[in-house]
T-cell receptor, first 107, second 113 residues
Framework: AQRVTQPEKLLSVFKGAPVELKCNYS??????LFWYVQYSRQRLQLLLR??SRESIKGFTADLNKGETSFHLKKPFAQEEDSAMYYC?????????FGTGTRLQVFP | KAGVTQTPRYLIKTRGQQVTLSCSPI?????VSWYQQTPGQGLQFLFE???????NKGNFPGRFSGRQFSNSRSEMNVSTLELGDSALYLC????????????FGSGTRLTVV
């Protein structure tokens, strides 16, 4: 069955520290993966799509098919990065979300 | 360019009642999906509509239904409300297939008392 796993509920770092939010997926086909972010009191926003291989707000994510992972990384965290992050797998025109990781960046 | 608009923002209903939520997608987006977000279950897919046809349905009871109109606007209906239906209901729109991602609305917060 298709599944997305985000093992960490909460990740706390200090400003300027590197960040890695983990995401593993279970899918036998060629995956289409996304990272969404939800800032406090704001709507869910698309952060990254793996097919575009872009960097948004300093975040990058690389698809590793061998490890079935799509970890989100940022070399230097900022306080404004504090939010809830969701990894999602697109499957038959629907998104399967992980349970999310709350990132807290302390000053 | 207007985003995805959901109305109403908040609803309080009594057990046993029914409720209808509305979603207006981004202009040009023909696919509309609905998700339920709760603290316990996270984000769960309800259903997806494209060109007025339901293409996909999640694992929810038949009390949850939806439809899409010719202008791509969508509604979802929940009948015989239960306390467990209290949640944030999110609508997302996309171009065909969602290859460029889905744009979400702010949601409708439903509270069942």
């Amino acid at each position: 069955a298709q599944r997305v796993t985000q093992p960490e509920k909460l990740l706390s770092v200090f400003k300027g520290a590197p960040v890695e939010l983990k995401c593993n997926y279970s899918y036998s086909g060629s995956p289409e993966l996304f990272w969404y972010v939800q800032y406090s009191r704001q709507r869910l926003q698309l952060l990254l799509r793996h097919i575009s291989r872009e960097s948004i707000k300093g975040f990058t994510a690389d698809l590793n098919k061998g490890e079935t992972s799509f970890h989100l990384k940022k070399p230097f965290a900022q306080e404004e990065d504090s939010a809830m992050y969701y990894c999602a797998l697109k499957y038959t025109d629907k998104l399967i979300f992980g349970t999310g990781t709350r990132l807290q960046v302390f000053p | 360019k207007a985003g995805v608009t959901q109305t109403p923002r908040y609803l309080i209903k009594t057990r046993g009642q029914q409720v209808t939520l509305s979603c207006s997608p981004i202009s040009g987006h023909r696919s509309v999906s609905w998700y339920q977000q709760t603290p316990g279950q996270g984000l769960q897919f309800l259903f997806e509509y494209f060109s007025e046809t339901q293409r996909n349905k999640g694992n929810f009871p038949g009390r949850f239904s939806g439809r899409q109109f010719s202008n791509s606007r969508s509604e979802m209906n929940v009948s015989t409300l239960e306390l467990g239906d209290s949640a944030l209901y999110l609508c997302a729109s996309s171009l065909v297939g969602g290859d460029y991602g889905y744009t979400f609305g702010s949601g409708t917060r439903l509270t069942v008392v």
